[in-house]
């Protein structure tokens, strides 16, 4: 036997899938995922690999939720010995083995009867049993899949089709055509009723494939041209900020009068200004070309919240809001993007400071982590936001008009939009919640495993 071990249910997953494995011993509670979200990701990876759930967790509402899915068998620790394990083991390896000999039996039987129509046609071609199940596949589909007539074998039909359409695009292209079409018709197989699914190319463009790809078009367009007008806005404006720094300190001698040193720190803080929106619109045009990506290394969630506090501060004390911080920890791991996760607490700070009034407060709380994953919440008890606007918060072209907002000097609303990806990258969520006239809450849920970092 080879053995493979895996600590985290995403190492689990990239093993199954670079391996063929016989049976998974999955012991429940890793640290990534939850126990039915494992084995959903397992099966994907693997259709067909036996699953035996070893767990410690007695409770017999797990043990349905776990059968339901479909596992071989789910054995609790301490009322099932090592022996029975293993027998468990043993069986599943010689049932997978027994299917994959009734496959090849029945292969090398009905190859000759259907090769002709079947095998040596160019257009790829499934033959599916009555569970949606690979039973037999033509050369071609095996070229286009990438993937063996074996390894094609017990796959499921939805898990096929979704590499189809991965794959679909250049088969379609040496044959000269624009698209592809999925057909199907019943058939038998072994004397049982069968399916037989064919990938058909197809010259005809529909009026709904022509629009988007005249869209992508239009939208790539449009993104280019947008990261290059936010570079050519920053290089002179880095000047700008630059020459005025240098007025404001008088390095080159005093200025002759103390109104301009403050005109040149309004200067600075409009330029301030017009930078982050730039950045803003670089980070939206790179994230609609799908090029803003994150660099992730382990961090220390807790110090970043704080070193974002600290940023924030001065302006807080300025308009007199309070902001507060408080963790049960000294320091939470979290694998993501430091510079990205700090920028994405800086926007929501930023937004709760603006549209709170004098003396109120800004909180934000951090959560014990819940299977896998950790939740931060920042509430304001501002101006809140209109039911009507708050589904539009995230959109990069939507912002409230109302006397209040502009009497805050709102931005352009960018920095939710651009927030909002930047958790997605992270394979986080975002939620706003908010009451007009009492405040809003944002709730930010990212993956995350806890821990020192050393």
């Known amino acids: 036997l080879k053995l493979y071990h895996a600590s985290r249910s995403g190492q689990a997953v990239q093993t199954l899938q670079g391996n063929d494995i016989d049976v998974v011993v999955l012991d429940t509670g890793l640290p990534d995922a939850s126990d039915c979200e494992s084995i959903r990701s397992l099966q994907r990876a693997g259709p067909g690999t036996s699953i035996v759930v070893y767990t410690g967790n007695t409770n017999p509402k797990h043990a349905e939720e776990v059968q339901a899915l479909g596992v071989d068998a789910c054995l609790i620790k301490g009322r099932v010995s090592l022996e029975d394990l293993a027998r468990h083991v043993v069986d599943s390896v010689e049932r997978r083995s027994a299917k994959k000999g009734q496959f090849d039996q029945k292969h090398e039987s009905q190859t000759a009867a259907w090769g002709l129509f079947f095998n040596d046609s160019p257009v790829p071609h499934l033959l599916l049993d009555t569970d949606s199940q690979v039973a037999a596949a033509n050369i071609a589909a095996t070229k286009v899949l990438g993937l063996s007539v074996e390894e094609l074998a017990g796959q499921h039909l939805d898990v096929v089709l979704k590499l189809f359409k991965r794959q679909a695009?250049?088969?379609?292209?040496?044959?000269?055509?624009?698209?592809?079409?999925?057909?199907?018709?019943?058939?038998?197989?072994?004397?049982?009723?069968?399916?037989?699914?064919?990938?058909?190319?197809?010259?005809?463009?529909?009026?709904?494939?022509?629009?988007?790809?005249?869209?992508?078009?239009?939208?790539?367009?449009?993104?280019?041209?947008?990261?290059?007008?936010?570079?050519?806005?920053?290089?002179?404006?880095?000047?700008?900020?630059?020459?005025?720094?240098?007025?404001?300190?008088?390095?080159?001698?005093?200025?002759?009068?103390?109104?301009?040193?403050?005109?040149?720190?309004?200067?600075?803080?409009?330029?301030?200004?017009?930078?982050?929106?730039?950045?803003?619109?670089?980070?939206?045009?790179?994230?609609?070309?799908?090029?803003?990506?994150?660099?992730?290394?382990?961090?220390?969630?807790?110090?970043?919240?704080?070193?974002?506090?600290?940023?924030?501060?001065?302006?807080a004390k300025q308009d007199e809001i309070g902001v507060i911080f408080e963790a049960d920890w000294k320091d939470f791991a979290l694998f993501g993007d430091k510079r990205r996760i700090l920028q994405v607490l800086l926007n929501i700070l930023d937004n709760a400071i603006k549209f709170s009034d004098p003396g109120g407060k800004v909180e934000i709380r951090l959560s014990s982590p819940r299977q896998g994953r950790v939740q931060f919440e920042i509430e304001d008890r501002g101006a809140g936001i209109s039911s009507e606007m708050l589904p539009k918060v995230f959109s990069a072209y939507a912002q409230q008009e109302n006397a209040l907002v502009v009497r805050k000097g709102a931005g352009t609303g960018l920095g939710l939009a651009v927030t909002r990806e930047l958790v997605a990258l992270h394979e986080g969520k975002i939620e706003i919640s908010s009451i007009e006239g009492l405040g809003t809450t944002v709730m930010i849920d990212l993956p995350v495993e806890p821990g020192k970092i050393d």
């Not at 058939?187 to 058909?200: E, F, I, M, Q």
């Not at 869209?215 to 990261?227: D, N, R, V």
């Not at 660099?295 to 070193?307: G, K, N, P, Q, Y």
């Open 169 to 315: 695009g250049s088969f379609a292209a040496k044959n000269g055509a624009r698209s592809f079409e999925i057909n199907s018709w019943p058939t038998n197989w072994a004397g049982k009723p069968a399916k037989t699914v064919a990938l058909t190319p197809s010259k005809h463009v529909s009026a709904a494939q022509a629009a988007n790809e005249s869209g992508a078009t239009g939208t790539a367009e449009h993104t280019q041209f947008l990261a290059h007008v936010s570079h050519e806005l920053r290089t002179p404006l880095n000047a700008v900020m630059g020459f005025a720094e240098l007025l404001q300190a008088e390095i080159m001698g005093p200025l002759g009068h103390e109104a301009y040193r403050d005109y040149a720190g309004m200067i600075m803080k409009s330029s301030s200004h017009l930078l982050d929106l730039i950045n803003d619109l670089l980070d939206l045009s790179k994230a609609g070309a799908g090029k803003l990506c994150i660099s992730a290394d382990w961090f220390d969630l807790v110090s970043t919240i704080r070193e974002a506090v600290a940023t924030v501060s001065p302006k």
